[in-house]
């Protein structure tokens, strides 16, 4: 017999299509997918090597839970130099990835119907978690019109004496979109005189196109007090198979309560991955990011030209990230429906709007070569012309 909280719990959309599309690929069909949300390139060089190195040097056997001292320096330095934050080592504990970090953060923080306020679109992991802590997610929608932000309007509206937590992801999955420090700013004002925590993602920190990134911890003060920063390697410098993430807090109780949980179930992360995630965040591999950067930046270019010239179609120009959240209310609203189709017919794999609490679109991953890129929006094409 299985609790009520497991089977309150759905499975990742994304993971389920990607797999599919997976199992389809092996059994010879001409799968384009555009739904992982994993870039293309390889892990760089120097951070292989560091492994490489890390095996040779013994370090294989059990770390502090928390991080090798060595790793949170580069964490802190890394913070200090990209965002102005400072934060002591009592303050930082690493994790199998940002999926990870936020169950432990909201394992620490939420239960008996805690409301945590959520963006939507919003990345599939977020509400599930909430509710499998026992919270109570409380939407705030968005759309094309407001670039798929929140306004400090719908901000204020949301909040309730029930509000225990803010969820922010900059830059967006699925949307790609970027807070300025202006749009922050006003945010961080609402909150002001709460005791509402923001999680703010920060995992596509480094995919940043347009504008600035701005770290929501560096807005103020108030802000630096409440705000748990999540970030990671795996979009940055394609680390997603090696499970790096970070939890960085002012708040040292929170940082020791998720240690006292991590210290129960997992324990350290894996050790070669804790000394090669070093040089992906000393600056070693800021080539090899910025070579994906501009590959991404031709490749986000070419993909939303062709998806808006498809009649019936349209899309924002995403800020940051490696998506498109595509607009088909023109055609239909039922894009769980037009997901299947297109697969079935087209063999083509995107992600639908249903998976981000957004029906009306759906998401497709431009973290893959131009051919692919091409051929794929052609078949969403005549997919379009065939059927609508």
């Avoid at 992982?36 to 059990?62: C, L, M, R, S």
């Avoid at 901000?155 to 749009?183: C, H, Q, W």
């Avoid at 995992?203 to 504008?211: A, H």
């Avoid at 639908?352 to 692919?372: K, Q, V």
Wanted: net charge negative; aromatic share 8%; hydrophobic share 40%.
């Amino acid at each position: 017999m299985m609790t009520n909280r497991i089977n309150s719990l759905s499975e990742s959309i994304t993971i389920a299509i990607t797999t599919l599309s997976q199992e389809l690929k092996a059994e010879g069909k001409d799968i384009l997918s555009f739904s992982a949300g994993e870039p293309d390139f390889g892990t760089p060089q120097v951070i292989k090597d560091a492994a490489i190195k890390a095996i040779n040097d013994e370090h294989t056997k059990y770390t502090a839970v928390d991080g090798v001292p060595a790793l949170k320096k580069a964490i802190a330095g890394k913070l200090k130099r990209d965002n102005g934050l400072t934060y002591e080592p009592n303050q930082i504990i690493t994790n199998n990835g940002a999926k990870h970090t936020l169950f432990n953060l909201f394992s620490a923080t939420i239960e008996n119907g805690a409301e945590v306020i959520i963006p939507a679109p919003y990345w599939v992991t977020y509400p599930e978690l909430v509710k499998y802590c026992g919270g109570k997610v409380v939407e705030i929608q968005t759309d094309d019109t407001t670039g798929f932000k929140i306004t400090p309007e719908q901000l204020k509206a949301a909040i309730t004496p029930k509000t225990k937590m803010l969820i922010l992801t900059i830059p967006s999955n699925p949307t790609g979109a970027v807070y300025s420090k202006d749009e922050l700013t006003a945010i961080a004002k609402v909150l002001e005189g709460t005791d509402i925590m923001v999680a703010s993602d920060e995992m596509y920190e480094k995919l940043t196109y347009d504008g600035e990134f701005v770290s929501c911890a560096s807005i103020s003060d108030d802000m630096y007090k409440r705000t748990v920063t999540i970030n990671g390697l795996s979009k940055s410098v394609a680390m997603t198979g090696w499970r790096f993430g970070y939890m960085a807090a002012a708040d040292t109780e929170l940082v020791k309560a998720t240690k006292k949980l991590q210290s129960q179930s997992t324990s350290n992360i894996n050790s070669i991955t804790q000394y090669a995630a070093i040089a992906g965040l000393d600056g070693s591999a800021d080539a090899d990011i910025a070579m994906m950067k501009k590959a991404f930046v031709q490749r986000r270019d070419e993909a939303v030209k062709l998806i808006n010239e498809i009649e019936g179609l349209s899309v924002l120009k995403p800020d940051g990230a490696f998506y498109l959240f595509v607009n088909t209310k023109e055609i239909t609203q039922d894009t769980l429906t037009f997901a299947k189709e297109l697969l079935d017919k087209k063999l083509v794999a995107v992600v639908p709007g249903e998976a981000f609490g957004t029906p009306g679109y759906f998401r497709l991953s431009f973290a893959t070569d131009l051919d692919t890129i091409r051929e794929g929006i052609k078949r969403i094409e005549e997919f379009v012309k065939e059927n609508y």
